[in-house]
């Protein structure tokens, strides 16, 4: 009687399902029932339903209201008082409880976890597929991120070694002689102010016309040389080092919920 107070009621004929939440977090699909009339105040509502949940004080519920423009919003409640009659039940709720965080926003969508290292949703993955099955939540493609292969954390990249996967590369300036196809580092063909080549002994040679500079990068860790260094993962939480096109591609998927709009119910103040 106090909420009357605190709060103006407003009453609403609009049809109702009311789903209860099982201990586990999902939705008791069997036990959904149905309702029709609706009274809506800005911290809760009552109703009026068929009476197939066995509802009892303090029990955590979806509520779903068919939308004038279409499509049903739910709100999450948890019931307080439950009268019987002629196979309906009355009940009324305050909004709260398990469906009611579920609809939150920061509930609903994958977040990176400091403390796993790897993107997460906060709540179980079966959970969110029970609701997304009972209609309450649509999954929606939000991002792709690439994992490691091994455990799914999150990995860091940078161009390695091809043959250890080391990162400690450095560059090495080559000279390619056209004449006679030697290749060798910049420093070998300096001489008394000139380059020579050290393999045909051809002196004063034109850079474009006689020769081009070649990069090759050479791994401190094993003197592999290369041309092209490679992209490498090294995964954050288990440490494992691999060829980048190994990391596994992730699909992160949040949820998206038609929610109550209450105060879009309750006439203007
Ligand atoms: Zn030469
Ligand atoms: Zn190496
Ligand atoms: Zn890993």
């Not at 977040?111 to 959970?127: C, E, H, R, T």
């Not at 060798?184 to 500079?213: F, H, I, N, Q």
């Amino acid at each position: 009687m106090n909420d009357r107070r605190i709060h103006p009621r407003f009453r609403l004929d609009r049809p109702v399902v009311v789903l209860p939440v099982l201990p586990d977090g999902s939705p008791d699909v069997e036990h959904a029932s149905k309702g029709a009339t609706l009274d809506v105040a800005r911290g809760g509502l009552q109703l009026d339903i068929e009476a197939r949940a066995a509802l009892r004080e303090g029990a955590s519920l979806a509520v779903g209201v068919e939308q004038a423009g279409g499509g049903v919003a739910y709100e999450g409640v948890v019931v307080r008082h439950i009268r019987q009659r002629n196979g309906h039940v009355a009940f009324g709720g305050v909004f709260a409880g398990d469906a009611h965080r579920l609809l939150e926003t920061g509930s609903r969508l994958p977040a990176f976890s400091p403390d796993k290292l790897a993107y997460d949703l906060p709540g179980s993955n079966q959970v969110y597929d029970k609701w997304a099955q009972a209609g309450v939540l649509k999954p929606v493609l939000m991002d792709h991120v690439q994992v490691c292969p091994r455990c799914g954390g999150l990995p860091t990249f940078r161009m390695g070694c091809r043959r250890c996967g080391s990162g400690r590369l450095v560059e090495d300036q080559l000279i390619h002689h056209f004449a006679c196809a030697n290749v060798d580092l910049a420093s070998k063909y300096e001489v008394d102010g000139m380059l020579k080549c050290p393999k045909c002994r051809t002196k004063k040679l034109v850079v474009g016309s006689d020769y081009e500079y070649l990069t090759t990068h050479r791994c401190l860790a094993c003197r592999w040389s290369d041309y092209e260094p490679t992209r490498v993962g090294h995964c954050l939480r288990c440490s494992l080092r691999f060829a980048g096109h190994e990391a596994v591609e992730r699909e992160l998927v949040g949820y998206d919920a038609q929610r109550l709009d209450v105060l879009a119910l309750l006439p203007p103040s």
